[in-house]
């Protein structure tokens, strides 16, 4: 059968002949003026009128005086094109923070989903400013199928509490409505998805990057307080050591600081809880494979254990072939009772490996890595040896490609096919494109090479040395100049165009997220990568890692205590490195510059004053959408986008139908919400490109590949991003008649009057308009 390449267009593009409307503007609600809100047939239900950012007057929506998860609402109507692609602009003042959510309805249509869908609500709420001082703007796009033929249609925002997306039950997942929403300023209808603010609008100025000037030091004394106090409450308890109780005390054992630094009681304490994890694995073997005290049970199998043993192997050896109860009455050597129960969870892990990105080398390194280490240790002739063991590793770091579980014949039943990578080559993650907070895997990449070394002072894995730093490097181009929550310069990590993440702005964040399980020196300590350690002292010149540990000092939990171990040593390792010139990419006052990852289909770009972030291949979890998800920066305001793209792939002839899911936009739709609003995009059909022959793909499942193109075209304002995902054939572009002269950001030459530009496999063009 002949290959077809095709254009899919879901949605009707705003372009006659490459022209972009110089005034796509439609309508505009302002709200807080009478005169245009009577215009607009506008009424609200707990409703409140205020002057906001710039003197500039808004609408709140309040929450109801009985408890309840739904606030106020207000309704309008507004002109739309009966012809074109529509699209939906709301702006706020970026000095707002509120957790309330505000969604967009149509009769009994709602526009988007309300979690991690492919188009998402109008304000998903935010625990920081968006943009001080300034304002922003949010743009929905609207299904033709509600606005063809139209030219003025009614609409509601509605607002609701926030939401934990891991939530199973109603009052776990949505949370009732408490406190204000943040003010609603204008609304405005256009048919460009590069929404431009009038030129006569107010626009705020950036504000002064003044430098930290507090907290200091005595962060890390209030650390070592905190970590001590749990060491010696858990070495001096009665009850015996759950595996996260137990990896504290063991990686405390060669920490100088602790008081757990080569504490033989603390060894006495680990290894007889050991002992009772025995005897009651021996009752419920299931607790190999999921134990309930894990942060998540089938990830980590008794890999805490395994590492536990490994790292007190010293004070454990002379007391392994002691004799020990199985709790059944019968007499064993440790020796033997520990190897029985290691063989057992690395083998459920083998067969076990899971597909998303974190998920694998949390479970490769602990259900498997580690269980073999402490193998190593006391039975060596059952562990893998470590030129082989290593292959798990090298899969889940994306230096080798990942061959899924482990079958009874212990050959790999390559679940995701022959040539499935779990990074990018530039180094990103696929969950299933770029993930901003919840996939930046720094940590966990950093705790693999860690778990390489012979002995904490021996380097490590080399090809997984360097592959981390890759993998720290490829997120440096997805933080930002921003202002933390007091107003002081920082850097904040890119969330706005991730698949996974559902919080906006993302963290300050320099060389490594802070997370649970990490501090944000970790990585650049562990490696003493000349870059990473740059973009370490730039945090420490903005005076902004103390904050950062005192922040998570805020957040209780026996993970974060772990997490907070290392951190005063490796501060004490990142002062101690001569200053380098290196600073992150975006920073202002450094050179232009255009990243693309064709892999995950995204693009980090500088160019003067604006940055530009964009998903191009966005939340297309089951078929190809045609979306692309943009977040770009001003000086003066920051807009964030869902727009039409044009996309090309090799049709399957199938197709998937969009479900009515509300809600989330996968996992079956997540709880139903008690309303009778269905999707607006309900029904539609979304083609389903081809998948290779040796990949395991059902019609309608999500997957990696059911949403990917060969290629992506995408026109926001004054910018091209034509990017080549395909691995074997060449594009080409018809250049605008508007982009003649256009520069090309990649290789910073202009085009000349070429009609046309060609793309290579995997590489992209960015063209600027002057």
């Not at 743009?139 to 606005?147: A, I, Q, V």
């Not at 595996?243 to 680990?270: C, H, I, T």
């Not at 022959?418 to 299933?432: F, H, R, S």
């Not at 539609?684 to 059911?706: F, M, N, R, S």
Request: with cysteine.
């Amino acid at each position: 059968m002949k290959k077809i390449v095709l254009f899919a267009f879901i949605w009707t593009a705003l372009q006659v002949n490459g022209q972009v409307s110089k005034n796509s503007v439609t309508d505009e609600l302002i709200l807080g003026n009478a005169a245009s809100e009577q215009a607009h047939h506008f009424s609200g239900e707990l409703s409140k009128e205020i002057k906001g950012g710039l003197g500039e007057t808004a609408r709140i929506l309040l929450p109801r005086p009985e408890k309840g998860w739904q606030g106020g609402s207000m309704s309008f109507t507004i002109k739309v094109n009966p012809d074109m692609q529509n699209y939906i602009t709301v702006r706020f003042w970026g000095s707002d923070v509120s957790h309330d959510r505000l969604y967009l309805v149509c009769g009994d249509k709602q526009i988007g989903s309300r979690h991690l869908g492919d188009i998402d609500m109008l304000d998903i709420g935010s625990d920081y400013p968006f943009y001080n001082e300034r304002f922003y703007y949010t743009t929905t796009l609207l299904p033709l199928s509600l606005t063809k033929g139209k030219t003025e249609l009614t609409f509601e925002i509605r607002s609701q509490g926030l939401i934990w997306g891991y939530g199973q039950t109603w009052d776990k997942y949505q949370k009732d409505m408490v406190e204000d929403t943040r003010g609603i300023y204008k609304v405005y209808t256009h048919t460009d998805g590069a929404f431009t603010p009038p030129a006569d609008e107010k626009q705020g100025v950036p504000p002064a990057y003044a430098k930290r000037p507090f907290p200091g030091a005595e962060v890390l004394d209030a650390v070592k307080i905190r970590v001590n106090n749990e060491i010696d409450k858990l070495i001096k308890g009665a009850k015996p050591l759950n595996q996260p109780q137990m990896q504290l005390l063991a990686k405390a054992y060669r920490v100088k600081w602790s008081f757990g630094y080569n504490n033989k009681e603390l060894a006495d304490r680990v290894l007889y809880s050991i002992d009772d994890f025995y005897k009651v694995y021996k009752a419920n073997p299931k607790l190999a494979f999921a134990d309930p005290s894990t942060p998540n049970p089938e990830w980590f199998g008794v890999g805490m254990i395994g590492q536990a043993i490994h790292l007190l192997h010293e004070p454990f050896k002379k007391k392994l072939d002691e004799s020990i109860s199985d709790g059944a009455g019968n007499k064993i050597t440790r020796r033997a009772a520990y190897n029985e129960m290691l063989l057992y969870a690395r083998g459920l892990n083998q067969k076990s490996r899971r597909q998303y990105t974190n998920q694998t080398m949390i479970k490769d390194l602990y259900g498997i890595y580690y269980a073999n280490k402490a193998l190593e240790d006391i039975s060596p002739s059952d562990a893998i040896p470590e030129k082989d063991v290593l292959h798990y590793l090298y899969e889940a770091v994306g230096l080798q490609p990942w061959t899924g579980s482990d079958g009874e014949d212990g050959k790999p039943n390559y679940s995701m096919g022959t040539d499935y990578w779990q990074l990018t080559a530039k180094g990103l993650t696929k969950e299933l494109g770029f993930v901003g907070n919840y996939g930046e895997v720094i940590d966990w990449c950093a705790e693999i090479y860690e778990a390489t070394r012979p002995q904490p002072e021996l380097p490590g894995d080399e090809k997984i040395k360097a592959q981390v730093e890759k993998i720290a490097l490829a997120r440096s181009y997805f933080r930002y100049p921003m202002l933390d929550d007091d107003k002081y310069a920082a850097m904040r990590q890119e969330t706005h165009v991730g698949w996974r993440d559902a919080h906006y702005p993302g963290d300050v964040t320099y060389a490594q997220r802070p997370s649970w399980d990490g501090g944000p020196l970790q990585m650049a300590t562990a490696t003493l990568n000349p870059k990473l350690i740059g973009f370490v002292q730039q945090m420490f010149d903005d005076n902004q890692y103390f904050a950062t540990v005192k922040a998570r000092m805020k957040e209780n939990g026996l993970r974060v205590t772990i997490g907070l171990l290392q951190v005063p040593d490796q501060y004490e390792m990142a002062k101690a490195q001569k200053p380098t010139n290196y600073k992150l990419p975006m920073s202002w006052d450094q050179p232009d510059f255009v990243f693309a990852d064709e892999q995950d289909g995204v693009v980090a770009i500088k160019n003067g004053k604006e940055i530009l972030y964009a998903s191009l291949y966005w939340r297309a979890r089951h078929a190809i959408n045609n979306l692309a998800k943009v977040h770009y920066l001003t000086p003066n305001y920051d807009r964030v986008a869902t727009i039409a793209i044009e996309e090309k792939f090799d049709s399957s002839g199938l197709f998937f139908t969009v479900p009515d899911y509300t809600n989330m936009g996968f996992a079956n739709g997540g709880l139903k919400y008690p309303d009778d609003l269905h999707l607006a995009n309900a029904g539609q059909k979304l083609p389903i490109p081809k998948i290779p022959v040796d990949v395991p793909y059902k019609t309608g499942q999500e997957h990696p590949l059911a949403g990917r193109a060969n290629f992506y075209k995408m026109q926001y304002g004054n910018y091209i991003v034509a990017m080549n995902a395909a691995t074997d054939k060449e594009f080409e572009v018809v250049v605008p008649k508007a982009f003649a002269n256009a520069i090309n950001l990649v290789d910073g030459k202009k085009i000349g009057k070429l009609e046309t530009i060609k793309v290579p496999a995997q590489t992209t063009v960015v063209l600027y308009k002057m």
